[in-house]
């Protein structure tokens, strides 16, 4: 799964834009390898996000990576724009699969997805 978020046309920018974008895929993926279940759909359910659109998870996320050390030297805002763009990517990829109400009613701001035009 990470390979095909590294080729096009899910990849984008520079090499080092690309590190970073993987990283936090990793990181995202760290927080959800957590979750009970079988698939990375099942844990996405079974994690509570998928329940309550409205509530920022990236806190929950970016603590748990935090408390178990996975952050290295990331910064608190810079843990939160990983864990946003960790999730971004695994639903451009197709890897997650939230409801439509879930899509729409969250407040967070994912950037545009590869192909997608910059935001006005």
Avoid: C, K
Avoid at 18 to 45: C, H, I, K, M, Y
Avoid at 85 to 100: E, F, I
């Amino acid at each position: 799964m990470l390979t095909r978020l590294a080729v096009p046309p899910l990849s984008v920018g520079t090499p080092s834009n690309q590190r970073r974008r993987s990283r936090a895929a990793v990181l995202f993926l760290d927080w959800l390898e957590q979750q009970p279940g079988q698939t990375w759909q099942e844990r996405w359910e079974s994690s509570g996000i998928a329940d309550d659109p409205r509530s920022d998870w990236r806190l929950t996320v970016a603590s748990w990576l935090r408390d178990s050390g996975r952050t290295g030297t990331i910064g608190h805002d810079g843990l939160v724009t990983a864990v946003t763009s960790g999730l971004g990517q695994l639903l451009y990829a197709d890897v997650l699969r939230p409801s439509m109400s879930w899509l729409v009613t969250s407040p967070i701001p994912f950037p545009p997805g590869p192909g997608d035009p910059s935001p006005a």
